[in-house]
């Protein structure tokens, strides 16, 4: 019989930010909104690392923009959510938006949904006020993300929203870093260890 352990620390609803060790080019530097973690495994969208050379009218198979009479502009920027199904969307967006599509409920009051009608609806005007979207996501086996916390290949954070929505990609990780009163500048008097990650 098995049983789940009632002390694991959850970091559903928090940050990851890559510790200055990781050189692999898919995790350095990133930071990763974690959907879901227990015992079983983990999931995380990495929200500052947009796709390269990539948009939404080359994702869908149809012409988002003439079937919408798009009103919205500029068209939504496209991350590159991780390595695990990398031709799979993810739609993470407020709850100030009423539809019929499928959606999670997920930590600090957002949803998560793989429905590409939501994107029409975002590129017609008609979404959710904030939204992020990427393509693939980041993912753990059993106990895996607890093993590379102990070793120090990531750091956890406390969410903040609003960086998770903000355009300014490039200064998500070091402001995530910041929030933890850590500041890049002093990043090379820190002891990390030298073992990276691979989630």
Not at 106 to 116: D, E, P, Q, R, V
Request: hydrophobic content about 35%; glycine content about 6%.
């Amino acid at each position: 019989m098995n049983f789940k352990n009632t002390n694991y620390n959850s970091l559903a609803g928090k940050f990851l930010i890559a510790s200055p060790i990781i050189s692999d080019p898919r995790f350095a530097k990133c930071l990763i909104y974690m959907i879901s973690d227990d015992e079983e495994g983990s999931m995380g969208l990495i929200v500052n690392k947009p796709a390269k050379n990539l948009t939404v009218e080359q994702i869908c198979s149809t012409n988002i923009k003439e079937e919408s009479n798009i009103t919205y502009k500029p068209d939504p920027i496209v991350y590159y959510g991780g390595p695990v199904e990398i031709d799979k969307g993810f739609i993470l967006h407020t709850k100030d938006y009423e539809n019929t599509y499928e959606s999670t409920a997920i930590k600090n009051n957002l949803l998560l949904s793989s429905n590409i009608k939501i994107l029409k609806d975002i590129m017609s005007g008609k979404g959710p006020s904030k939204f992020f979207f990427a393509m693939g996501y980041a993912g753990w086996d059993s106990n895996q993300l607890a093993k590379e916390l102990k070793v120090n290949t990531w750091i956890e954070a406390n969410l903040d929203v609003d960086t998770v929505f903000s355009k300014n990609s490039e200064k998500k990780w070091e402001n995530a870093l910041l929030s933890i009163g850590i500041n890049t500048k002093s990043l090379s008097k820190l002891n990390f260890s030298p073992i990276s990650g691979s989630a």
